[in-house]
């Protein structure tokens, strides 16, 4: 009887990861445990700067070859670009985290309620979290089909894109300093990331690529505590995530561990959506 190493199905030695948002609050964790899982790592920000300077930290903490790039997800010519500049350099494309998500450079555009949301907020939106979804995993698709190694994507979602937001959290609530909400087209667009999710891993089922998402529950990121007490109040865990508990999932779903595991979406909330 062979022996199966379990533990090994979670290692990704050999492995190249590329990690959109990957300069964010929750990325920065992400692209750190893809590195010291052994995967070298492709860092990918709207903010190239801060793309390199994760990618340097990623160098000097884990000793994992890792470039830092600047990438629009929205434009398919700075996607297409980043793509080929990370199969340049490491040959191939084994995991996509598809992680980049955007809550608009106007807040009070972002933020404005829904009676009087313009279309034009809109489709800001809606261009990097459903549009960027779609062209970075266009382009990373056809590499892992081009090389027919298979491969892992991993698009994050969101809790709001499977159950609608409790009004009542955001009584009192803030982030950094202003009153917030959850916009429709928040929700509406990581509604969309599932399906998309859905779609693409019965169609490249049968060529070895899995593709699922990651549902994170919410985790501390400049939110006052009026919003940390009623939303903790709200989980039956009683707490908010740390972000190592979301990239903990994201490496299961990232390497061989999952091999069997697509079209899902892995919901890692404390248990908010089971009320």
């Not at 070859?65 to 490491?90: K, P, Q, T, Y």
């Not at 399906?195 to 593709?211: C, K, P, Q, S």
Request: contains cysteine; proline residues 2%.
């Amino acid at each position: 009887m062979s022996r199966v190493s379990y533990l090994a199905r979670y290692r990704l030695y050999g492995k190249v990861a590329v990690v959109t948002g990957g300069a964010g609050i929750l990325g920065r964790h992400f692209c750190k445990a893809l590195a010291e899982s052994g995967a070298a790592v492709v860092v990918l920000d709207i903010d190239g700067n801060a793309a390199q300077i994760v990618a340097q930290e990623l160098v000097e903490s884990y000793g994992t070859d890792a470039i830092g790039l600047e990438c629009d997800v929205s434009s398919e010519v700075s996607a297409r670009a980043a793509v080929a500049a990370a199969c340049n350099e490491f040959g191939r494309i084994d995991i996509l985290h598809n992680n980049a998500a955007s809550k608009s450079d106007d807040l009070d555009a972002f933020f404005a309620p829904f009676e009087e949301y313009s279309i034009e907020e809109w489709r800001r939106v809606m261009a990097v979290n459903v549009d960027g979804m779609f062209v970075m995993a266009q382009q990373v698709g056809k590499q892992m089909l081009r090389h027919s190694q298979g491969g892992s994507i991993i698009q994050t979602a969101s809790i709001y894109g499977v159950t609608g937001p409790d009004q009542r959290i955001y009584e009192g609530s803030e982030y950094l300093g202003r009153a917030i909400n959850t916009p429709a087209v928040y929700s509406a667009s990581k509604a969309a990331v599932i399906g998309l999710t859905r779609h693409l891993a019965t169609l490249w089922a049968e060529r070895n690529i899995r593709v699922n998402s990651l549902t994170p529950g919410g985790a501390r990121s400049g939110q006052n505590a009026a919003f940390v007490e009623r939303y903790s109040a709200r989980v039956p865990m009683g707490r908010m995530a740390n972000p190592d508990e979301i990239a903990c999932a994201l490496l299961f779903l990232a390497s061989d561990a999952s091999s069997y595991v697509t079209g899902q979406n892995i919901v890692v909330d404390g248990g908010l959506t089971a009320w």
